[in-house]
């Protein structure tokens, strides 16, 4: 290792805690990286990791970082090229970011010799896996952002789960005159806010329309974003976020939910694998209802795929091992997905293993006319951050829209440059 190899090592231990670098590896040990700490099902990956290590006598050197940390942490390390034999990550275009920069090694001799193509459904593989004709990622899980609620709150405050727009600003102003929030909104770390983004404008531009703005080939100053942001205003205005939201996290948000201080939360399935951790009750103590329609467009779905990748210096054999393993171990799928609120991409998975909430989040994504990832996973991480700092600064000041997306619109043309 060079005197420059070793500074760029200690420049990045704080966010990269890697262990030793990728080409100083033995072949039977890989080091990884992920996100997965804390409420993200740590414990249940710790598990996995061990069971691999036991089935295959390879050793994993494990390096959990914080989820807001993680983000800032990898693109550190691929611009510096300090990064470990396997990271976790989102499909979309945050991988081909990194693809692009030359990070990463293909895994396709892999997928083929293990058969995936078996195993992960061609939806899932084709829109997740390739990458410039390349597959560089395996998927891990499968999330679903919709309204989450306790069914207990709406039953006392006798409100029927709505399933038209109309009926859910009914619903709205019903819990608003109850003295009971309607909407809890935790966006501290402003990505929560994405969902509502995504949603008014899927619902109401449609999904080809929100593609273009995801690749640069339509404004945040068009008519079509104005309007989404006027609705999402409305609901501002009206009072029905809980207050102070940049003040609190998604964990926050479920608890209020959890409590009955709020009436739902616009968030992803793994809010279920929090409530089981508490001991919530799937069905009883919480359930979900999806974005309802508004305009007669391709009804879209909006989540995450998360999974895992390969960077370019790791041994391809063991780290392709544990790759292969991650997704086609049927009960490590069945272990991390059921714990974790999440639906498997590995068909292998007994639909029965999942409960009545994640059954019906799998359904939901199944029936969906588009399957679209969620805003900061669909466009460039640079543009990516443009409009996370507006969802936040909207939810301080939502007073000046055309302001908001002017600005926003010249961070993205100077986002898609770099």
């Known amino acids: 290792m060079t005197r420059l190899h070793r500074a760029l090592v200690v420049l990045l231990v704080p966010l990269l805690t890697f262990g030793a670098v990728a080409s100083v590896v033995a072949q039977e040990e890989v080091n ?3 996100y997965f700490s804390g409420e993200l099902n740590q414990e249940n990956l710790n598990t996995v990791m061990a069971n691999f290590t036991e089935a295959t006598g390879i050793g994993v050197v494990d390096s959990p970082i914080g989820h807001e940390d993680f983000k800032a942490g990898i693109l550190a390390g691929v611009a510096s090229g300090v990064l470990p034999d396997v990271f976790s990550y989102w499909a979309g275009a945050r991988v081909q970011f990194v693809v692009d920069a030359g990070a990463l090694q293909p895994i396709g ?3 083929d010799a293990a058969g995936l193509d078996d195993v992960v459904p061609a939806g899932v593989a084709d829109a997740a896996t390739l990458y410039n004709g390349e597959r560089y990622f395996v998927p891990f899980n499968i999330h679903y952002a919709a309204f989450f609620y306790n069914p207990k709150v709406w039953a006392e405050a006798g409100i029927e789960v709505p ?4 009926g859910l600003m009914d619903a709205f102003a019903e819990f608003e005159m109850q003295g009971i929030d309607p909407i ?4 501290k770390f402003r990505w ?5 983004f995504d949603y008014l404008l899927l619902r109401t531009a449609g999904p080809d329309y929100r593609a273009a703005l995801m690749a640069g080939d339509a404004s945040y100053e068009d008519a079509e974003v104005v309007r989404a942001m006027e609705m999402w205003q409305e609901l501002i205005d009206a009072g029905y976020f809980v207050d102070g939201a940049n003040a609190y996290d998604w964990v926050d948000a479920a608890d209020q939910v959890a409590n009955g201080q709020a009436a739902v939360t616009l968030m992803g399935t793994w809010i279920g694998g929090r409530w089981k951790g508490q001991g919530l009750v799937p069905g009883e103590d919480y359930d979900f209802f999806d974005f309802p329609e508004i305009d007669m467009v391709p009804q ?30 049927v009960d490590t799928q069945t272990l991390w997905n059921t714990s974790y609120g999440s639906i498997s991409p590995n068909v292998n998975v007994d639909p029965m293993a999942y409960d009545v909430v994640a059954a019906r989040a799998g359904a939901s994504i199944a029936n969906a006319a588009v399957y679209a990832f969620n805003y900061d996973l669909a466009t460039t991480p640079p543009v990516a951050e ?3 700092d507006m969802f936040s600064a909207f939810m301080d000041d939502s007073s000046d829209i055309a302001g908001t997306l002017a600005t926003t619109q010249a961070c993205a043309e100077e986002g898609f440059m770099q």
Do not use: K, R
Request: glycine share 16%; charged share 15%.
């Open 192 to 196: 929560p806010g994405q969902f509502w």
């Open 109 to 111: 001799d892999m997928w």
């Open 184 to 187: 809890a909104l935790g966006s």
């Open 32 to 34: 990884i990286s992920h």
């Open 386 to 388: 443009c409009g996370l």
């Open 163 to 166: 399933d038209t727009w109309d």
């Open 300 to 329: 879209a779905g909006v989540g995450p795929i998360d999974g895992w990748v390969m960077t370019a210096g790791a041994d391809s054999a063991s780290a392709g091992a544990l790759l292969e393993y991650l997704v086609n171990d």
